[in-house]
């Protein structure tokens, strides 16, 4: 018996990819892995040409290995290979290996070989190993619908075989785009803007308001777990808190009622531009929609923006709230998300706010605040939390 050894095998995708950004793209996706992988007993994360190996110790929990990689940002696709010498009798018997414990009555063998000396071509190779396991096992071959395909890898340095290719989640691997600024609310939308961010590799750091005590904890609660959750794929995350109750009844007492969700976007995006500035964030991400609600119309959107100068990013712009639905299941918050919380924006607000605000009209609505007095207000109070995911 040849000495073969089980490892994962990490492939990204590639396109567009090169020189200096290929290396520092493959760096940091690296980096990340350990980040995921923290604690479950790894042997060593390795940068080959073109793939990341993670080496296994015998005590290794594969399966929670699996499942964490399956987070990571950057992975088009992964699996889990035996790894063995670059001779075919090795290769055939790393082959047959994997037939155990596996029922299955036809199979096919497809071989990849990147190291063009290997004195076997391909097509050889496949039909030399596929010969093998048909005689070894008593199946069949099928080119077209086989039961369990081999898959085999001839790289420079070894051969891999598997039979289970896993899919990643794509995107760029997390902080090579930038810092962002993710308004997190506590609602279903926000941390999918936030996942859409951090999948497009850009480092996810959180701001949310909540107006305790005229609401429950429940909110503030509901954002950290919601960050914790997003750790999984953003490693240690950073959230502001700032209280906003205060500056609420300020503008309760100053503001007509249809106007006051508009005037409370405002001042949010004002604070979120402040602690953008201090974060070196590049943009703030918010969950809106078009039109999902009376405060996401065009004009309303376009008179909250019009008092910051970063820019404001919407992934969730042109998504329906059903695909929102999807995604938040698929990344795990939609659960967190839907548990009862007191939002801060229902706060003292009218049934029928206004929905095509211009700039003008709340510039004159805005009149009677001290604008920078209630920022610099709310700023004082701020708190900043560390999360990560375990
Ligand atoms: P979500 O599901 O994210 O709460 P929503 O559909 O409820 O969004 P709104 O309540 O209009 O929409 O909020 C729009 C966006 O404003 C949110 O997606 C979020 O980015 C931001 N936002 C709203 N409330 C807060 C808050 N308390 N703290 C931080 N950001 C907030
Ligand atoms: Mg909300």
């Known amino acids: 018996m040849h000495k073969t050894e089980k490892m994962f095998v990490i492939h990204y995708a590639e396109v567009g990819l090169k020189g200096k950004n290929r290396v520092y793209f493959e760096k940091r996706l690296s980096r990340n ?5 923290r604690g479950t007993g790894y042997l060593e994360v390795k940068r080959l040409h073109d793939r990341i190996l993670v080496r296994l110790q015998s005590q290794t929990d594969v399966e929670e290995i699996e499942k964490r990689l399956r987070k990571v940002v950057g992975i088009a696709h992964f699996e889990l290979v035996l790894c063995t010498k670059k001779n075919m009798t090795a290769i055939k018997d790393a082959a047959f290996t994997l037939t155990e ?14 190291d063009k000396s290997f004195p076997l071509t391909s097509p050889e190779i496949s039909r030399d190993v596929g010969g093998y396991l048909i005689e070894k096992t008593g199946t069949r071959a099928d080119m077209h619908k086989p039961e369990r395909t081999f898959w085999i890898d001839i790289s420079h340095q070894q051969a891999y075989l598997y039979t289970n290719k896993i899919k990643g989640v794509g995107g760029l691997p997390v902080s090579v785009s930038g810092k962002v600024l993710v308004m997190l609310s506590g609602g279903i939308d926000s941390p999918v803007a936030a996942w859409q961010m951090i999948k497009r590799g850009a480092k996810a750091v959180y701001i949310h308001f909540y107006s305790y005590p005229y609401t429950d904890k429940a909110s503030l609660e509901k954002v950290i777990e ?19 109750s205060e500056l609420q009844q300020v503008i309760v007492t100053k503001t007509p009622s249809p106007y006051r969700v508009l005037i409370y976007r405002r001042m949010m995006a004002r604070i979120a531009e402040q602690v953008a500035a201090t974060e070196e964030a590049e943009a703030v991400v918010t969950g809106e929609s078009l039109a999902q609600v009376a405060s996401q119309t065009l004009s309303n959107l376009r008179s909250i923006e019009a008092v910051v100068d970063i820019p404001i990013l919407r992934p969730l712009i042109g998504f329906d709230k059903i695909d929102i639905i999807e995604i938040a299941e698929q990344i795990g918050t939609y659960d967190v998300s839907i548990l009862p919380h007191q939002d801060c924006c229902s706060l003292f607000i009218p049934k029928h706010p206004a929905t095509h605000a211009t700039v003008g009209e709340l510039d004159n609505v805005e009149k009677d605040l001290d604008i920078e007095a209630l920022v610099e207000k709310a700023m004082i109070g701020i708190e900043k939390r560390i999360i990560d995911f375990a």
């Open 101 to 114: 414990g596996a029922t299955f009555n036809s199979l096919k063998v497809e071989t990849k070989r990147s």
């Open 33 to 37: 892995i350990k980040l995921s992988l």
């Open 226 to 244: 919601l960050t914790r959750i997003l750790a999984e794929s953003n490693y240690q995350s950073t959230i502001y808190l700032i209280p906003f």
